[in-house]
């Protein structure tokens, strides 16, 4: 895609928000119409690597859950993050860690930024940080922007190395409070250095578990877990 087509898309994604907006606040119960207005926004301006199925299901996870504290590692296009503000509560406070540069996703532009902070709504507070979900200090800053909020929901989808996965789940696992929800993206298989259903099968066992594992060639899925 060359410069003047992107500089379109990113022109027509910043116009329409607050359009989209408008049209997402009624479709909160409908997740599937939801997904494809939000994947299909500004042609396709939003839409991360999911299945449409997958992610739907997990929506509906996190809209009973209503949560007030989000953390989502891994953001790129932003339209996960775009369907947490959805799901949470009118006054959460929803955190992304994305790495520039970052061999899974990519990471994203920083011209984004101001487009993802008009993701809030309503009271909602976003956080941005484009760190290292890795680093000590990411998770110090993590921490202090929820201020005292457990973590009710976390969607990791950052490093898919075994060792990357295992890193972020062992410093923002903990956050998750009791009851709270865990999601994994990629725990349909193990593929190069993709390694997170490595993990997952590790852990899952140890908690209250469901998958949705939908593609027809068994890429892909999520997993969520119970803390």
């Known amino acids: 895609m060359n410069l003047f087509v992107r500089t379109a898309h990113y022109l027509q994604a910043m116009a329409g928000l607050s359009a989209l907006n408008r049209k997402t606040a009624k479709l909160t119960t409908h997740p599937r119409e939801l997904i494809q207005q939000t994947f299909g926004y500004a042609s396709g301006f939003l839409a991360p690597i999911q299945v449409e199925e997958e992610i739907s299901l997990l929506f ?21 993050f775009y369907l947490w503000t959805r799901a949470a509560a009118p006054d959460a406070i929803l955190v992304s860690v994305d790495l520039p540069g970052g061999k899974f996703g990519g990471g994203y532009s920083s011209l984004r930024t101001p487009l993802y902070r008009r993701f809030a ?4 507070t976003v956080h941005l940080l484009r760190a290292d979900s890795h680093s000590p200090e990411t998770a110090r800053t993590v921490k202090s922007l929820f201020q005292d909020r457990p973590v009710d929901f976390l969607f990791i989808d950052g490093d898919h190395t075994y060792e990357g996965a295992l890193q972020d789940w062992k410093m923002y696992g903990p956050m998750v409070r009791p009851g709270g929800l865990v999601a994994f993206h ?42």
């Not at 509906?60 to 996960?80: F, N, Y």
């Not at 193990?190 to 066992?205: A, M, S």
């Open 121 to 124: 709504r309503e009271r909602q």
């Open 186 to 227: 990629d725990v349909a298989m193990n593929y190069q250095d993709t390694q997170v259903k490595k993990l997952w099968d590790e852990i899952r066992g140890q908690y209250q578990y469901r998958e949705y594992l939908v593609h027809p060639k068994g890429f892909y899925g999520i997993g969520v877990l119970q803390r």
């Open 60 to 80: 509906s996870d996190a809209a009973k859950l209503r949560p007030r504290a989000v953390l989502e590692i891994g953001t790129s296009m932003g339209g996960t």
